[in-house]
């Protein structure tokens, strides 16, 4: 007689296997069920805790085809060395997201006036913001914001955030931030003449910032004062910038204004590239 298997279930029917992946500290994974996404903090007998880019922690059990690992179905299984751990941080202090692609550029953009001070943003928020699919673009001078502005026509799905020096009230460039400034359109400004001085001194192995005199060119003065070159302050600022390895290199009034920025910018709702 012919003999036939116990399980009649029609292979087009059958689930198919999915990979086991082993839940590493810092693996961002997706659980379907309530569209929670975060990066693996810690693994323990039958649970697994995520945490999010906000910091919130959730757990949830380790059953099978129970995450998402880039849109795929997987089984998380725990580690052969499962010992809790902190996730990797990037130098903003966000979580890490190992193996990460750069996300489509969102339509809105961030601004930032002044050579150093984009090179700076990038160097401490630049993993954070390709992951959101941020863009940031250099501004001259605050006089061209009104063009740039005009130009961009910022709207619910393409806001704009710009980041200026020195922004005093009363004064021409804050005049010019107001006139922009709408419910698309976010200027702020840190208290620094100069974003040199946003760099803790501790970073650099000075004891403060020295005070220049009114009507001097800040960059010069500074160097002038701490016996550094002061023909090519180009090249100084790229050591300074070499120094700084993280967000607690920084001073928090800059640290504020950016996360501000990056918060309205990705507050937008997803949009095509422009």
């Not at 692609?101 to 090179?119: K, L, N, S, T």
Request: with cysteine; hydrophobic share 40%.
């Amino acid at each position: 007689m012919r003999q036939y298997a116990s399980d009649l279930t029609p292979p087009w029917k059958k689930q198919q296997p999915v990979p086991e992946v082993p839940a590493e500290p810092g693996l961002v994974v997706e659980e379907p069920g309530t569209g929670f996404c975060g990066a693996v903090i810690r693994c323990e007998a039958g649970t697994v805790t995520l945490e999010d880019r906000f910091g919130k922690h959730r757990v949830f059990p380790l059953e099978p085809r129970g995450f998402l690992l880039e849109g795929r179905a997987v089984t998380l299984v725990r580690p052969p060395s499962a010992a809790p751990a902190r996730p990797a941080r990037t130098a903003s202090g966000s979580v890490a997201v190992p193996g990460a692609r750069a996300r489509v550029a969102r339509a809105g953009r961030i601004y930032v006036e002044g050579r150093h001070d984009a090179e700076l943003v990038e160097k401490v928020w630049g993993d954070d913001l390709r992951v959101e699919g941020v863009v940031v673009e250099y501004l001259e001078g605050v006089d061209d914001l009104p063009s740039i502005v005009a130009e961009f026509a910022p709207g619910p799905d393409a806001r704009l955030g710009v980041l200026v020096d020195h922004l005093v009230p009363g004064s021409k460039e804050w005049r010019i931030a107001r006139s922009v400034t709408s419910e698309h359109a976010l200027v702020v400004g840190h208290p620094y003449i100069d974003i040199w001085e946003a760099v803790k001194p501790s970073a650099v192995g000075i004891p403060g910032w020295p005070k220049v005199p009114h009507g001097q060119d800040l960059k010069t003065g500074v160097c002038r004062a701490l016996g550094w070159p002061s023909g090519n302050t180009g090249a100084v600022w790229q050591a300074i910038l070499k120094r700084v390895g993280s967000y607690k290199d920084l001073e928090p009034e800059l640290l504020g204004r950016v996360e501000e920025l990056i918060d309205f910018v990705t507050a937008a709702g997803d949009a095509e590239p422009r």
